[in-house]
C-alpha cells in the first residue's frame, strides 16, 4: 500500500516527488490556535494540562504556562525575541504589535503568547528566528510503519519510532507501508525541499527483490529508462546481487521518487516486489543502523547531504528542447555516483 500523495502547491513538483515536506507539518495541515505548538505525542500531553489564569503584578490577567512534566520550554513571545538576540523585550513588543511575528502561520499579535522556541515556526516577516536549530535523523523505518503522522486508522507510523526526540521534524520524502530502510527526518524544510525536488537529482538507492527473475535485458530497460504511465523514467543504475530460486535481487539506483516509483519499474517489467528496502539517500547510508532505531545525522554527514544537492550544472540544450528531458537527454543523463 502507498500512502495517496498530496498535490504540491509548487506544479514543478507536482508531477514527480510527491513529498512536502513542509505540508506534512501537522501545524500547517492543520494550525494550531495562536498560543498553542504543533499538534505532536508530546504536546499532546502538554495540551491536556489545565492552563491556570494568574494575575499580573500591572493587575492585568496574563495566560499561565502549562506546566508539562518535562522541562519546561515555554517562554512568552517577545521574551524568545530577546533570547534569540535580535531585539530588546521593548522592541519585540512593539514588532509584535505591528504584526511582523507569525506562529504556526498565524498571525501574532499578543507579545505574551506563550510559545516554545524549539517547536513553534515562529517567523518574523517571513523568515525563521535566527537560532533555530535544525535537526537531522535518519531513522531506520520497518515495513507495517506509515510515513505519516497522523493515520485516522490508527495505524503505527515512523512518529511513534522519535522517542526521545524533543524536537519536530517531518520526513524528506516518503516510504511505502511496505518499504524498510533509510528514511531522513528534519525540521530544515529548505534542505528537504531540495532533496525532493527532482531537478537535483539526488540518487536513492534500493534493495530490491522481484518475483521474477530478471533478464540481462529487463535490467538493461530499468538502467536506460522505462515507460511508466506518468512518463519515462530517468536512466537507473542497476546492479545484478543474487538469482534465488526463479527470483531476482538487485541494487537500484534512482534520481526521482515518484510514487511506488520502484514497485510500478519492476511491475512494468511483468514482476511484483517482494522486499524493498531504501539503503542509501545521496551520501548517506543506513549503515550498521538497527530496524527501528533512529539517531542524529553527524555534522559531517549533514553538510554532505547539502553538497549533494547542489543544483547541477545546466546540460548543453539540443535542437528542439523546451526545457523538458527530451529523449535524446534523457539517454545522455548521468546518474551520480553510487552511495556507499
Ligand atoms: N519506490 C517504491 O515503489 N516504494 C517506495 O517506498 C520507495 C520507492
Redesign the pocket.
Known amino acids: 500500500m502507498?500512502d495517496e500523495p498530496r498535490p504540491h502547491p509548487n506544479p514543478a513538483r507536482r508531477s514527480h516527488d510527491h513529498t512536502v515536506p513542509a505540508l506534512r507539518r501537522p501545524a500547517e495541515e492543520n494550525p494550531a490556535p495562536a498560543g498553542r505548538s504543533p499538534a505532536s505525542p508530546r504536546r499532546a500531553t502538554i495540551r491536556s494540562l489545565k492552563r491556570p489564569k494568574k494575575k499580573a503584578a500591572d493587575g492585568a490577567k496574563r495566560p499561565t504556562p502549562p506546566r508539562p512534566a518535562e522541562k519546561p520550554r515555554l517562554k512568552t513571545l517577545d521574551r524568545t525575541l530577546s533570547k534569540a538576540g535580535i531585539a530588546s523585550r521593548t522592541e519585540a513588543r512593539q514588532w509584535i504589535a505591528r504584526g511582523r511575528l507569525k506562529v504556526n502561520g498565524r498571525p501574532a499579535r499578543d507579545p505574551d503568547q506563550w510559545v516554545d522556541p524549539d517547536r513553534d515556526r515562529i517567523l518574523l516577516d517571513g523568515k525563521p528566528l535566527r537560532g533555530e536549530k535544525k535537526i537531522y535523523v535518519l531513522l531506520y523505518k520497518p515495513k507495517g510503519v506509515l510515513?505519516t503522522y497522523n493515520d485516522p486508522d490508527r495505524r503505527k507510523t515512523v512518529y511513534s519510532l522519535l522517542d526521545r526526540l524533543e524536537q519536530w521534524v517531518f520526513p524528506v520524502?516518503?516510504?511505502?507501508?511496505?518499504?524498510s530502510?533509510l528514511l531522513l527526518l528534519t525540521n530544515d524544510s529548505s534542505l528537504a525541499v531540495l532533496m525532493t525536488n527532482p531537478e537535483y537529482h539526488v540518487p536513492?538507492t534500493?534493495l530490491v527483490k522481484a518475483s521474477i527473475s530478471l533478464s540481462d535485458e529487463q535490467l538493461g530497460r530499468l538502467r536506460d529508462g522505462l515507460e511508466l504511465k506518468d512518463g519515462m523514467t530517468r536512466p537507473a543504475k542497476v546492479r545484478r546481487i543474487r538469482e534465488a530460486s526463479g527470483r531476482t535481487v538487485f541494487e537500484l539506483t534512482?534520481t526521482e521518487?515518484?510514487?511506488?516509483?520502484?514497485?510500478?519499474?519492476?511491475e512494468a517489467l511483468g514482476g511484483q516486489?517482494l522486499k524493498?528496502v531504501?539503503v542509501g539517500i545521496g551520501p548517506i547510508s543506513i549503515g550498521g543502523q538497527q530496524i527501528g532505531t533512529w539517531r542524529e545525522l553527524s555534522r559531517v554527514e549533514v553538510e554532505a547531504l547539502r553538497r549533494s544537492v547542489r543544483r547541477p550544472k545546466p546540460r548543453p540544450t539540443l535542437a528542439g528542447d523546451k526545457g523538458q528531458d527530451s529523449a535524446a537527454e534523457r539517454l545522455t543523463d548521468r546518474v551520480e555516483p553510487p552511495v556507499t
Open positions: 502507498t510515513t520524502g516518503r516510504l511505502d507501508r511496505d518499504t530502510g536513492k534500493y534512482i521518487g515518484r510514487n511506488r516509483q520502484v514497485r510500478r519499474m519492476v516486489v524493498l531504501r
